[in-house]
């Protein structure tokens, strides 16, 4: 059974940094472009971040530039976010997602995602 599980989230200062984690089963993930969406209460949906198959260019919501990096590492079926200098207004259920056409463009659309892990939780606050 193919699925993604978010992990690595909770509750962080202003400033302070998490990592999260999104790791595949029952497929392998190298086949699909990774994708990481974020949705906060009473909001939208928002792509923040998405990387190729095998690594190269990756894009990023202009509102976490220069603060998040994605990364992967397919030997371990996982991809990365390491989230730094967190803001309040990053708080949102954080969800990554496997797109099997492995697009990654400048606009990151959750229409182009086939599979979805069931979120984790970032609250940023003091």
């Known amino acids: 059974q193919l699925q993604l599980v978010e992990s690595g989230g909770g509750l962080v200062q202003p400033g302070g940094s998490l990592r999260l984690s999104c790791t595949a089963s029952?497929?392998?993930?190298?086949?699909?472009?990774i994708g990481w969406f974020r949705q906060a209460p009473g909001k939208e949906r928002e792509g923040v971040s998405c990387i190729p198959r095998r690594g190269g260019r990756t894009n990023y919501a202009d509102s976490v530039k220069g603060r998040f990096t994605i990364s992967r590492d397919n030997a371990k079926n996982t991809v990365y976010l390491q989230m730094n200098s967190l803001k309040p207004e990053d708080t949102a259920v954080y969800y990554c997602?496997?797109?099997?056409?492995?697009?990654?463009?400048?606009?990151?659309?959750?229409?182009?995602?086939?599979?979805w892990g069931q979120g984790t939780q970032v609250t940023v606050s003091s």
């Open positions: 997602a496997a797109d099997s056409i492995n697009y990654c463009g400048a606009t990151i659309s959750e229409y182009d995602y086939d599979y």
């Open positions: 029952g497929f392998n993930s190298d086949y699909f472009a």
